[in-house]
């Protein structure tokens, strides 16, 4: 019975597994809606113009660097720390937007300008949960894909 369960419990891990990769695509919509247009696809390291994995790839993403385009290699527009964009790459750069947990806001610090509130499924513009919509995202996306979408 001990290794029927070990069994189980592999094929199940086996199939999130597959199944993450399979279908690892996160779709951005325009406005408010699940079924309007997609406008960028996300897949975990690219942003990506309009729908589909073979589309134009407008950003690498990794833990610290934006890159423009595809490759680890290509030029870095931005840095993120989890809080803070940057401009360029560097530490020490302008900051560009700021990352509170609710607002993404102009330039660096917790009481400037709100740009965009993120409820975790819209984007809206300006502050505040009654706002226009500019974007649906159904699935998790990093909060610098959401900032990137707004500079």
Known sequence: MIIFNEMKIK???F??????FSFGQ????????????????????YLRQG????????????????RLGKG??????????GKYLRQGKGAYNTVLLTW??????????????VLYTWDGTYLRMGKGDYKPVIY??????PIVVLMLLGV
């Open 100 to 113: 509170d947990g609710k607002y993404i806001r102009e330039g660096k610090g917790d009481y400037n300008t």
């Open 51 to 66: 729908k589909g994995n073979y589309k134009t790839v407008l950003y690498t993403i990794d833990e610290e660097y934006i």
């Open 26 to 45: 996160t779709y951005i919509r325009q406005g408010k809606g699940a079924y309007n247009e997609v406008l960028y696809t996300w897949d975990g390291t």
């Open 136 to 141: 649906t995202i159904t699935e998790a996306v």
């Open 11 to 13: 094929f199940l891990f």
């Open 72 to 81: 680890a290699y290509n030029t870095v527009l931005y840095t993120w720390d």
């Open 15 to 20: 199939f999130f597994f597959i199944a993450t």
